[in-house]
C-alpha cells in the first residue's frame, strides 16, 4: 500500500512510518503514522510513506528533521522496540537492510545521507516483526509493543520540538 499523504505543508519535522499494511506486521510504521495523527496536533508533518521506497527522498529534503517509524529487524524479540539516534541511524542506513520492504527505511536513509538531503536530527523508532505474511493487522507481540513505540516516536517528536525551538548559541 503506498500512502501518497504527501504533507499539504513543508513542516520542519517529518515523521514518516514506512511499511506494507498487507503484510502483518510490516505496516507497523503506517499504523502508527495514523495513530500520532489521532493522539497528537504536532506542528511535524506526519505522512504514510507506505512502500514507496526512494520516491519519498524528496519529502525529506528541507527538512530539518526526520524520524522514521517502521518495522525493524534488529535480530531481537517480536516486538521488541528500537530506537536509533545520532550516528546509529548513519550505521543502520549503510549496513545490510534491516527493514523488511523493498525500498526500505535503510535506503532510503543512506541515499538521503549520500545527496545532502538528510537532517542533521534524524531518528528511527522500530519495532522487531513476528509476522510478515499476506494479512492484515499486527501480530500480538508487536501490537502490545506499539504503545510502547508510540511513546518513544512521542518523546523523540518533542525533543527535536523543543532542540528546534531553541536559539542558537555561539
Request: net charge negative; with cysteine.
Amino acid at each position: 500500500m503506498t500512502g501518497g499523504s504527501a504533507h499539504l505543508y513543508n513542516a520542519p519535522i517529518l515523521v514518516l512510518g514506512l511499511g506494507n499494511t498487507q503484510l502483518g506486521d510490516d505496516g507497523l510504521g503506517p499504523i502508527m503514522v495514523k495513530e500520532l495523527a489521532e493522539r497528537c496536533p504536532y506542528a511535524a508533518g506526519l505522512a504514510d510513506g507506505g512502500t514507496e521506497g526512494l520516491d519519498l527522498l524528496g519529502s525529506i529534503r528541507g527538512r530539518q528533521a526526520l524520524v522514521v517509524v517502521d518495522a525493524l529487524a534488529s535480530g531481537g524479540k517480536p516486538g521488541t522496540v528500537s530506537v536509533l539516534e545520532g550516528a546509529d541511524v548513519l550505521r543502520f542506513a549503510t549496513g545490510r537492510a534491516t527493514t523488511v520492504q523493498e525500498g526500505n527505511a535503510g535506503e532510503l536513509l543512506a541515499t538521503a545521507a549520500f545527496l545532502g538531503d538528510l537532517p542533521d536530527h534524524c531518528s528511527v523508532i522500530g519495532v522487531q516483526p513476528g509476522r510478515l505474511d499476506g494479512g492484515v493487522g499486527l501480530s500480538e507481540e508487536v501490537r502490545r509493543s506499539l504503545p510502547i513505540a508510540l511513546a518513544q516516536a512521542q518523546r523523540v517528536v518533542d525533543r527535536m520540538l523543543i532542540e528546534l525551538a531553541e536559539p542558537v548559541r555561539a
